[in-house]
């Protein structure tokens, strides 16, 4: 079945310092890839997502590029806000069907 | 829009106890899910309906969950009896139809419940 793996946290990075998450994903078919973002005490918010091979979602500094090839859909963000502390998850939506997969979570703290 | 819209916020009760959680997805959305989160287990999905109809409950955990959708503007997620083990938050999603199935989910703003 469909899977998603990505990096456990927690992350701790300096404010200005550059983002990596990693996340794979074992899929049928091709499937759709997406981030979400959650705040403390909130609930998921839609942050980028990919529709096919070599799509790159971007949005607020963050891009992710679907590479099919190593099924990969890493979370970059060239610098990090102490506003970005929060929880990524890495997530796929097979095609025909509309369950969606989520990864475990990882939680990143920007400090000052 | 109001986006998805769950009740309670927080739910405190004892063990034994039946717990109603309550969703609105947003008006249009063909699709309501409901998920829980914990720390041990991340986000596991409960069921989730097509148009008022339950598509796939295999992931509720045991006959004391269920849950209903009566119309397209309202899901309910019953636990009877409530145990502490249930503790968790619980999320409510929509998404729209078929068409567009490279959308992705909106979610509400959970409800926190604690089972003592």
């Known amino acids: 079945g469909d899977s998603v793996t990505q990096m456990e946290g927690p992350v701790t990075l300096s404010e200005e310092a550059f983002l990596t998450i990693n996340c794979t994903y074992t899929?049928?078919?091709?499937?759709?890839l997406f981030w979400y973002v959650q705040y403390p005490g909130e609930g998921l918010q839609l942050l980028l997502k990919a529709t096919k091979a070599d799509d790159k979602g971007s949005n607020k500094g963050f891009e992710a590029t679907y590479r099919k090839e190593t099924t990969s859909f890493h979370l970059e963000k060239g610098s990090v806000q102490v506003s970005d502390s929060a929880v990524y998850f890495c997530?796929?939506?097979?095609?025909?069907?509309?369950?969606?997969?989520f990864g475990i979570g990882t939680k990143l703290q920007v400090i000052p | 829009d109001a986006g998805v819209i769950q009740s309670p916020r927080h739910e405190v009760t004892e063990m034994g106890q039946e717990v109603t959680l309550r969703c609105k997805p947003i008006s249009g959305h063909d699709y309501l899910f409901w998920y829980r989160q914990t720390m041990m287990r991340g986000l596991e999905l409960l069921i989730y309906?097509?148009?008022?109809?339950?598509?796939?409950d295999s992931g509720m955990p045991e006959d004391r969950f269920s849950a209903k959708m009566p119309n397209a503007s309202f899901s309910t997620l019953k636990i009877q009896p409530s145990e502490p083990r249930d503790s968790a938050v619980y999320f409510c999603a929509s998404k729209p139809g078929q068409g567009t199935v490279t959308r992705g989910y909106t979610f509400g703003s959970g409800t926190r419940l604690t089972v003592v």
């Open positions: 309906f097509n148009n008022n109809v339950p598509i796939d």
């Open positions: 997530a796929l939506l097979s095609g025909g069907y509309q369950k969606v997969t």
């Open positions: 899929a049928t078919g091709y499937p759709s």
